[in-house]
């Protein structure tokens, strides 16, 4: 579409030129208007727009689907500016949920026009970084568009639910005293074994029906010293496992179950890594404390599934980035290829834990019910149970997640110490 001034000027021209070759004055003068109408555009357009912006914001950090609400200031350093057209550049990912970030204001030399707009964002990091003005003459002619640069920065967290106290029996724990069972005896809760006397024992650890059968030795009760311990948490980032229903991915209630999970986890004092296998991998190196959550929720907030030739498959995970015999978490919906990594990785020595969102339940809340679909259903659910059964004979403890159920509601049969067959233990 031709710009007013270019069709004013062309026109003006067009007549000139005629009027010129024909020495036609009746042409010069229809001209007139048009070169009038023209130069009083280009006139009356502001030479110079000098705005400063403020935008604030009610937060910086929140949650997917809170509301924030976001003030703009503009201030007029300069000559009086009509019709000007505001507009607060909202990134792909936020959605408005109240009043407009777009606005057509007259601004006077030294005024303040403040208005207010809450959004809502999912899961993300935002840069409100620009603000766009158009500006236009009186009557029209000439229109500019200029960005003006501001600062604003907006991170959505995943949700993070608290979860109860989570047993875990890894093999291998570390130095330091946590709520993990190490066997090995020393201080701690659960009695571990009786032991000959020691000198320094206290009195309250002796066993005197063990002593009264021995009249020349005494014995002392050992309990098992609680330790921390290495979790590595592996999440799930295929596209070929990630299912998308009715425009929503199951992948955002595995993210859900990784925060949780994590910060459950470095609650009860153990050394926490997150790996991201999908389109490439995203490694957290393991830490303690509240910075390796933020660490961990940092990363979370970016990761996006995502298809990669190399990463299709379990098979090129890299265990050799936990340590041996620690304990795996792996968040995955899981498909038919998936058993026979997991076990191998089993097999290694490593305690393996399956939180499995459950696609085919995930899938069917949007679909018809019809005699079809209940056959289906019936079919994937069978092989679904096929497959975590396989797991599960494996010594792999496997949680199936249908995500219509708050996570904190199922992981509490996590609470409860494993129960692992001594032919598993042992390797028998």
């Avoid at 710009?3 to 021209?13: D, E, G, M, R």
């Avoid at 007259?106 to 158009?134: F, P, S």
């Avoid at 496992?241 to 949780?260: Q, R």
């Avoid at 050799?320 to 990594?341: M, N």
Wanted: hydrophobic content about 40%.
């Amino acid at each position: 579409m031709m710009k007013t001034s270019n069709l004013l000027s062309f026109i003006s021209f067009i007549l000139i030129f005629s009027g010129l070759v024909t020495l036609n004055p009746h042409l010069l003068g229809m001209s007139i208007p048009f070169i009038l109408y023209l130069f009083l555009g280009l006139l009356s357009f502001p030479s110079e727009i000098k705005l400063e912006f403020q935008r604030t914001l009610s937060t910086e950090r929140t949650t997917p689907g809170s509301p924030v609400d976001i003030s703009v200031q503009v201030y007029n350093r300069g000559q009086r500016l009509d019709e000007l057209i505001i507009e607060d550049k909202l990134p792909s990912g936020i959605s408005l949920e109240n009043g407009a970030p777009r606005h057509l204001i007259n601004i006077k030399h030294g005024e303040i026009v403040t208005w207010k707009y809450t959004i809502k964002a999912d899961r993300g990091q935002y840069y409100l970084d620009t603000i766009q003005v158009q500006s236009r003459d009186k009557f029209g002619v000439k229109r500019n568009t200029q960005s003006f640069p501001t600062n604003g920065q907006l991170l959505v967290l995943p949700q993070m639910l608290k979860l109860k106290r989570l047993s875990i029996r890894p093999r291998k724990t570390r130095v330091y005293s946590g709520e993990i069972p190490s066997r090995s005896g020393g201080l701690g809760v659960e009695f571990y074994g009786v032991r000959e006397y020691r000198p320094g024992d206290t009195h309250n650890s002796i066993n005197w029906k063990a002593s009264a059968r021995y009249p020349s030795r005494m014995f002392s009760n050992e309990f098992e010293q609680e330790r921390v311990a290495d979790v590595g948490i592996i999440l799930d980032g295929r596209e070929r496992s990630n299912i998308i229903s009715n425009g929503e991915t199951i992948f955002e209630y595995s993210v859900i179950a990784a925060a949780s999970l994590s910060n459950a986890f470095l609650l009860q004092g153990d050394r926490v890594g997150l790996l991201h296998y999908g389109k490439y991998l995203q490694w957290t190196f393991p830490g303690y404390g509240k910075y390796q959550r933020e660490k961990i929720l940092r990363a979370l907030t970016s990761v996006v599934p995502g298809h990669s030739l190399v990463f299709s498959y379990l098979q090129y995970l890299p265990t050799q980035l936990f340590p041996p015999q620690s304990q795996i978490v792996l968040i995955s919906p899981l498909t038919k290829d998936d058993p026979e990594v997991l076990l191998q990785i089993r097999a290694r020595g490593y305690r393996v834990l399956v939180i499995s969102p459950n696609p085919i339940a995930f899938e069917c809340k949007n679909l018809p019910t019809n005699k079809n679909t209940l056959m289906a259903r019936r079919i994937l659910t069978i092989e679904r149970e096929l497959l975590l059964r396989q797991l599960v004979r494996g010594g792999i403890r496997v949680v199936n997640w249908d995500v219509s159920i708050p996570f904190d509601q199922i992981v509490g049969k996590l609470s409860q110490a494993p129960v692992i067959p001594r032919s598993v233990e042992t390797g028998i």
